[in-house]
C-alpha cells in the first residue's frame, strides 16, 4: 500500500471553515482527483458536482447527468473522512467507467478496486461509517415480524393518527419502534 496521493487535509481548519467555504473545498478535492486520474487517462471528461444527495449514501457517480453527485448533511458532518475517502471513491467509479469497457466493470470490482489502490493510494472500503441519523429522510423505524421498516416524517405522522400499514411481505401491521437522531 503507497501513501495517498492527495494531501491531507487540516481537520481542525476545515471543521472552522463556514458551509460555503467547506463546500469549496469539496469542489477543489474533486479538481484534484480529477486532474489525478488525468495522468492516466488524459481524455477523462470532468464531471459536473452536485451537493443534492440525501439519505445514507455519502456519494454517488451519476453517469446519466455526467457528474458526481454528493450528499450535503454527511459531508457537513464528516469533511475530512469525506475528503479524503468519498471523494476518490466516487471519482475512481468516474473514471473506471470511463475507461474503454469500463461500463462493463463490475461497480466495486476489480478496476475500481485497483485505481482505489495505485492511483489514490487508499483502501477501497465499499461502505462509510457515517452517522446518517440526519441524513436519511426516514428516521422512523417500525417492525413487523420479519423485517424492520423505515418511515419518513410525513408516514410516519400518518400512522400516529392511526393509519394502518401493513408489510408486504408478511402483512403483519407494522409496530412504532421509536425514531434515530430527531
Ligand atoms: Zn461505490
Ligand atoms: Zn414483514
Same mark, same amino acid.
Given at each position: ?8 487535509p ?14 469549496r473545498?469539496?469542489?477543489? %478535492?474533486?479538481?484534484?482527483?480529477w ?14 458536482v452536485?451537493?443534492?444527495? @440525501?439519505?445514507k ?10 457528474g !458526481? ?5 454527511l459531508?457537513?458532518?464528516? @469533511?475530512h473522512?469525506? !475528503? ?8 475512481a467509479?468516474? !473514471?473506471?467507467?470511463?475507461?474503454a469497457?469500463?461500463?462493463? =466493470?463490475r ?5 475500481? %478496486? ?10 477501497? %472500503? ?7 441519523? $440526519?441524513?436519511?429522510? *426516514?428516521p422512523? $423505524? ?10 419518513? =416524517? @410525513?408516514?410516519?405522522?400518518?400512522? $400516529? ?6 408489510? %408486504?411481505?408478511? *402483512?403483519?401491521?407494522?409496530v ?6 430527531v
Amino acid at each position: 500500500m503507497t501513501s495517498p496521493a492527495l494531501p491531507d487535509p487540516d481537520a481542525r481548519w476545515l471543521a472552522a471553515l463556514d458551509r460555503t467555504a467547506s463546500q469549496r473545498v469539496l469542489r477543489e %478535492r474533486v479538481e484534484a482527483a480529477w486532474s489525478l486520474c488525468r495522468e492516466v487517462h488524459d481524455t477523462l471528461p470532468r464531471p459536473a458536482v452536485w451537493l443534492d444527495l @440525501r439519505g445514507k449514501a455519502a456519494g454517488q457517480a451519476h453517469f446519466g447527468r455526467g457528474g !458526481l453527485r454528493f450528499n450535503p448533511v454527511l459531508y457537513d458532518e464528516n @469533511r475530512h473522512p469525506f !475528503l479524503v475517502e468519498v471523494v476518490p471513491h466516487e471519482m475512481a467509479h468516474w !473514471l473506471v467507467h470511463h475507461l474503454a469497457d469500463g461500463h462493463r =466493470a463490475r461497480p466495486h470490482g476489480r478496476e475500481w %478496486r485497483t485505481v482505489m489502490r495505485e492511483l489514490f493510494g487508499i483502501a477501497p %472500503r465499499t461502505t462509510h461509517a457515517f452517522d446518517t441519523a $440526519r441524513s436519511s429522510p *426516514a428516521p422512523h $423505524r417500525y417492525r413487523c415480524a420479519c423485517r424492520e421498516h423505515a418511515f419518513s =416524517a @410525513r408516514r410516519h405522522a400518518q400512522a $400516529r393518527r392511526g393509519r394502518a400499514y401493513r408489510c %408486504r411481505h408478511c *402483512a403483519q401491521t407494522l409496530v412504532y419502534q421509536g425514531s434515530v437522531g430527531v
